[in-house]
């Protein structure tokens, strides 16, 4: 039985790439409206290629180079890490290199599929929405979710397969030993993610801002105006970020949350086959089979997405969101019930091992709901955050500025507040469960926010696609004003870019919480990684990550201060980079001078490329400093010092990304807002566009952007990055 | 011997006393320029006695509400804390609540009469302004060191008299016990800090916004105009924040410095008892000594404030910081060659062990010139990041705003880099003096970083005096406009307003890098008092801070929100209270029609005493959330949590100040650096006064504002309000 379980992990994912295939095949044989349309969105396509040509190329060669180098590192410098089994020194080092290429590879295909579908989604939703708004929804949805499952389907199918092979490979002590030689996986998805992440988010708002003062402030044509030849950088930037980017963020999360587990449940596995538990090797994989359930549930999801023609759009997207979350309830029954068997009562209460289990996996589902609403209500015009800032604006750049810094401030409160109740819910009815381990350590707690972690990432596939959703649409609108489409389509495409923008934020929110959590997972992990080879060398384990100690409190303040830098340096980046493709379409406006009377078209595709390699040269200062510190305070600090720098570098990047995510999108939206006219001065004048209010929020909602675009995202992928950098490297640190 | 030693001490505090009221009377003796001048001076100090009135009343209540609450608490829940004595209950809440008591007037006492001084210099500092840089100069620095010597002596002074009564009143043993009972002191003294720089923080941000958007933006009237009514509010704001606030901010650091220190020491003065050092008391007490020759070095220094006529006036006020600095090091090594003798070599090298101290001592003293110096780089418009953000504002408000803030989160950087260096270093060369306990452990190296921060805090009146001096000269330059002095005068407090900016500045990077060491050593004492009270109800003793723990990790999650959530309650605090003072103005203007054409004099007093109370009402909700949050944490999640939470929020605390303190001076010296004409366009044509580049840095200066004044200061106060606090309560926290 715990063999069909086995296999029901590769048929989930297979199933999944083919639900996704099938999914792409139905969006791009539909309707592409007429020639105007296509030709715009022809022209996005191109852009988009010569993207993801130039980007994929150059973080393909960052990742060949990073794969030889954690080989030679960890074949070189640790030789005796794993000390139950024969695999160590070169050996080891193969298997990691192998890993963490596997794991970049995934990950690259992931976000490079995803995105060449989403760039071709979005003609078929604008000529969708000529006529209808459920279909709109449906083609963007559908869209959307091709770059989803591939990445769940991706991160579960490498993760596994790297697994069954190493498995294979070696005897049966394998199975405790084979989810710490896949924690390469998990880097080289945290390296890819890393440079995907930073890389993209500062070329999208690098081609906003660059697009946008050449043309509105300098030439005075309008926004996305096709004489503007940065203004197809700027459509294909939409699809960088949200798609590129967050999918390497979740596929990150995943996988981190995938190995994490497998290693905590290892050592639940050396409890059970010495207790005689049945099937102990279930406890190992009972986290990807969680996540394939995940994506059964939300399969089968996707028939839920539908709704009226006159409905609030963001309820047929809730709808199949709501879907899957019940649908994944059930799967997280159905799987606690069948793999977490002890055969007797382990814990308190008389209640079985797997009823506590599965109560985590809820508790993980629930925080992932609160999240998506809690986004929704710091960031959405219809609440009093947006508001404040809306009034806020009637005073100036500043009071707006002022008010939206307090409102992000603010939003760490129930972030915290729900990431706090969560864990220690989830700790505590995990320790119910009651699984001792030889030393007398009650292993269930950890293993509790584990399977927490699981359950609030198995609607990763669906919050990936109403995420995707959002440039799809967002493209869709500029390809119907581009084309002067006929009929409601602009209208249409309006409303769903309002949407697009609610899900995009949450789906932030959600990569936070699935950030911490993942990263609480790792921080275990590596706990137990630094004392296998601790006691490989006959020294005293670590017991604890004490604070007190100073040399912990330097790494905890490093940390702290990294997020910060790390943050500053991406900020800056954006307007370093914007410095290229602002030259680049003043050249060409220059030099061609035919572009103004329309006889003469711009070259997208250079300024699309110029500004990729520009975006590309400005994240090294960052992605450089986020590899080097944790490594650099591990050499000298110690094993110690880095498992604070972690605790600590993931509370405070977890914090600052909520706020700078959030004050972000409530900038954004409370310049929304104004535009739709729900602002009015003392004698009840709304003031519109145009106003000094408007101007004002104007000015909100630029700041914001490198913020929630480029900053913000990069934290989430900082802060894995850290767990599965350190994690990989944790012999290094050990003197 | 060393009861000479300890004489020494409220001989220095009452020196210090003797010789700020020779400079008090010294500058109140001197030349109060024309009556036009005395009258303007004569209204602001009106407007000041109206602010001390209800501020003080307000807060003195508070104080008396927690004098009770605390003595109540301590005596009824904590039965058993302190073992080894028959200190207990009762007694023991009636001893904690008098040092509480002691603590808070200290604390006022220095801020009330510190501010009455400094709002008496200015009117002195303006007439001698009107002939020589170098009087003027002289006059607002006494002033200021009124200020600052009342604050270092009355912290000290009360230190060594609850330590002096309370060591006569019980037996010998109570050398140890003593400094345990002194921590109400530091904790009477946070509390009152906490409101004082919190209420005066909202306050002078308040006034300054509310006056400027009345007057300048509604009625057309320049800044500083006596029609407008909250003019003087305004004035007087300048006293409150940097005087009257950074005074009680620094109060604290250095009275939870010597108690975090004593409490250190008492540790090591019972090895020195048991292995028969010579004078084995003078362990505890040598904190207090350090602090003695530190005034002394002071007051030796304030003979060397003196220059030429053409100079630079920051060079003057520099002579007398490195005498002030050399003087320390000078004082440090007497003090530790003659207290910290050991009859024998203890630790490496052969090296005595005073030597390892006094090498700390000066890692203290280097620190804090360091952090005078970084602060300037990044706040002085000399150097490349005000220069950025100036350049930045061409493109207007913002691109100033998203430069200003990655130069604030860079600023990070350098300071948790020196903080770092200096805990490790100090803890290293307090390693090597080997002072071995009991139990085996080395507490040498803790001990270092306690010498280290002594070392830096020896300084601090010189510090104080130099910031106390900014809002003197800015008064100073105020009356000048106001009375339309005759001759250099307003060219002179134009300059000293200008190097006044940057000691305030820099005083604020003292005060964080001396908040940052002192709860380091309030986190080491803490533990220490948990043990006693943990070995006194025969439980195991906290061994480490366990950041794996998963409530400790959720505790130090909730301390870097705290952080987020205090900072957006005191920024969001000031625009509430801006709303009184706007109210107000605009009624004078309207029911009092004689003002606009001078025929009716404003009232000034109703102005401040209306803001005063509107930011008392506003500082609840901060300063309950800074209050109830570790008291919940503790009882909830346990006393290793609170650990974490302190360790944390000191972290996150530090350098989100420091960004918010930093951004803001760049912020405000971007738009002095645009106004002195130093930026032109790409035609070399200079963008001064007026330019779009102007008003752009005007947004940035706005935003700025309650940062670096408010949220920023308010967040040094609750990093030491945490570590004092919890050490109170600590035995609230032991289930």
């Known amino acids: 039985m715990s063999s069909i379980a086995f296999w029901i992990i590769p048929i989930a994912g297979i199933a999944a790439v083919i639900f996704a295939i ?42 060949v180079v990073g794969t030889f180098v954690v080989a030679a590192i960890i074949a070189f410098v640790d030789t005796e890490e794993v000390a139950e089994t024969p695999i160590y020194g070169v050996e080891l080092g193969l298997l990691t290199g192998f890993a963490f290429l596997v794991g970049a590879i995934a990950s690259m295909a992931a976000g490079i599929i995803g995105m060449s579908v989403s760039v071709r989604a979005n003609v078929p939703t604008a000529a969708a929405a000529r006529t209808s708004l459920v279909d709109a929804v449906q083609v963007a949805m559908r869209g959307g979710a091709v770059s989803g499952f591939l990445v769940v389907a991706l991160s579960l199918l490498g993760v596994w397969g790297i697994f069954a092979v190493y498995e294979t490979l070696f005897d049966d002590v394998s199975y405790a030993v084979a989810p710490f030689l896949i924690v390469g996986f998990g880097f080289g998805a945290s390296f890819v993610a890393l440079f995907a992440q930073l890389g993209g988010g500062i070329y999208t708002k690098a081609a906003d801002v660059g697009a946008d003062l050449v043309g509105k402030v300098e030439k005075g044509i309008p926004e996305d105006d096709p004489r503007n030849a940065g203004v197809v950088a700027d459509l294909v930037g939409d699809n960088v970020g949200d798609c590129a980017g967050r999918g390497a963020d979740l596929f990150e999360s995943t996988a981190a949350e995938n190995i ?89 209460y008389d209640i079985p091992t797997w009823v506590w289990f599965f109560l985590c996996g809820v508790v993980g589902l629930v925080t992932s709901v609160a999240f998506v609403y809690i986004t929704q209500y710091y960031t959405a015009g219809s609440w009093r955050p947006v508001k404040d800032i809306a009034e806020a604006s009637k005073t100036g750049p500043a009071t707006n500025i002022i008010a939206g810094t307090a409102v992000g401030f603010e939003t760490t409160f129930v972030t915290a507040l729900v990431i706090g109740v969560a864990l220690i819910t989830s700790f505590w009815l995990g320790d119910q469960a009651g699984i001792i381990a030889e030393d007398g350590r009650n292993v269930g707690g950890v293993f509790g926010t584990a399977v927490a972690t699981m359950g609030m990432l198995m609607t990763t596939a669906y919050v990936l696609a109403m995420d995707t959703f959002g440039p799809i649409t967002d493209n869709a609108g500029g390809i119907a004003e581009f084309s002067k489409a006929e009929g409601s389509a602009r209208e249409i495409t309006d409303k769903l870019d309002a949407v697009g923008n609610t899900t995009k934020a949450l789906t932030k929110g959600f990569a936070i ?66 410095g290229a493709i602002i030259v680049e379409v003043r050249r060409q406006f220059r030099e061609m001078p035919g572009i103004m009377d329309y006889t003469q078209r711009p070259d997208y595709s250079r300024v699309v490329d110029i500004t990729t390699r520009s ?22 600090l110690g094993y110690e010092a880095v498992a604070g720098l972690l605790m600590v570098g993931t509370i405070v990047g977890v914090l600052m990304a909520t706020y700078l995510n959030n004050s972000g999108g409530a900038w954004d939206n409370a310049k929304k807002y104004i535009e739709a006219g729900n602002l009015s001065d003392d004698q009840g004048n709304v003031l519109g566009k145009g106003s000094e209010a408007h101007a ?31 994690l990989v490297f944790a012999p290094l640190f050990i003197r």
Chains 1, 2 share one sequence.
């Open 22 to 63: 099938w999914l792409a095949r139905d969006v791009l044989s539909r309707d592409k409206g007429p020639q105007a349309m296509q030709d715009v969105g022809g022209t996005i396509l191109e852009g988009a290629n010569a993207f993801i040509k130039r980007q994929y190329s150059t973080i393909g060669i960052l990742a």
């Open 696 to 726: 004002a929020a104007v000015v909100g909602d630029t700041v914001g952007d490198p913020f929630k675009d480029t900053a913000g995202p990069s934290l989430h992928v900082l802060v894995k990055l850290l767990a599965t950098l350190t």
């Open 513 to 578: 919480a699935s950030a911490s959590l993942a990263a609480f997972l790792l921080f275990q992990a590596y706990i137990d990684k630094v004392n296998v080879a601790l006691l490989a060398r006959d020294l005293p384990i670590m017991e604890t990550v004490n604070l007190a100690n100073v040399s912990v409190f330097v790494a905890a303040f490093i940390a702290a201060m990294l997020v910060f830098v790390f943050s500053a340096l991406a900020i800056r980046a954006v307007g370093n980079a914007a």
């Open 615 to 636: 975006a590309l040269r400005q994240m090294i200062p960052p992605g450089v400093v986020a590899i080097v510190t944790p490594v650099a305070v591990g050499i000298i």
């Open 260 to 348: 994490g587990a497998m290693i905590l449940g290892s050592a639940i596995f050396l409890i059970a086959q010495s207790a005689g538990w049945p099937h102990p090797e279930a406890w190992i994989f009972f986290p990807l089979v969680v996540r394939a359930f995940g994506l059964f549930a939300t399969i089968a999801a996707f028939w839920f997405v539908r709704g009226r023609e006159d409905e609030d759009p963001m309820n047929i997207l809730n709808r199949g969101y709501w879907a899957t979350t019940i649908l994944s309830v059930v799967g997280m029954l159905i799987v606690s019930l069948v793999l977490l068997d002890t055969g007797t009562f382990q814990g308190n």
